[in-house]
């Protein structure tokens, strides 16, 4: 069916590292995406998002890259910091089968950042 | 802003017992979700309100799950009864506009509850 997806569930990049975390959709009429970071015992925190009209966003040391045309989207953290450490997930805004729109979330990527 | 509150943070009970969970969202946000997190996955969709209605519940397990907001604020989420499977984080989470008018705005999550049925 129908799902948005990570290439890989876990991520090790050392300190200062730029990285980067994946998101495959398969959901074409998906039009606005978001990243999210969860860590240990807290719920999923906002970090960025995007629609479908952009190809890229930047934030405060994130920048999300849209490619329609694979269904893909990534998030690269620049200079990775040991804070950076969690899981991140990607959710799209999908129509449910009853016609509503809901978020709907991917597996998640674990980063792991080594001092 | 204060976030989104949900208490308990833990729950243990036996299965076939009853649980409830209580979420109070960001004020002034009409639209609220119940979310289950099995470790190692992904939030799966239980329910969606849109101020006191039900916008989308297709995931939510009917027969022994059900969610209510009143009065468009408050929710609760109740389990009964719990079976093993159930063992899961439960999230409650909020946003300002309601998705599908064309707004589109990030859900605001609490930390969630817990629960773990034995």
Known sequence: GESVGLHLPTLSVQEGDNSIINCAYSNSASDYFIWYKQESGKGPQFIIDIRSNMDKRQGQRVTVLLNKTVKHLSLQIAATQPGDSAVYFCAERRRASGGSYIPTFGRGTSLIVHP | ?118
Not at chain 2, 52 to 63: C, E, M, R, T, Y
Request: glycine fraction near 8%.
């Open chain 2, 1 to 118: 802003e204060a976030g989104v509150a949900q208490s308990p943070r833990y729950k243990i009970i036996e299965k076939r017992q009853s649980v409830a969970f209580w979420c109070n969202p960001i004020s002034g946000h009409a639209t609220l979700y119940w979310y289950q997190q099995i470790l190692g996955q992904g939030p799966k969709l239980l329910i969606q309100f849109q101020n006191n209605g039900v916008v989308d519940d297709s995931q939510l397990p009917k027969d022994r799950f059900s969610a209510e907001r009143l009065k468009g604020v408050d929710s609760t989420l109740k389990i009964q009864p719990a079976k093993l499977e159930d063992s899961a984080v439960y999230l409650c989470a909020s946003s300002l506009p309601p998705w599908g008018t064309g707004r589109n705005s990030p859900l605001h999550f609490g930390n969630g509850t817990r629960l773990t049925v034995t």
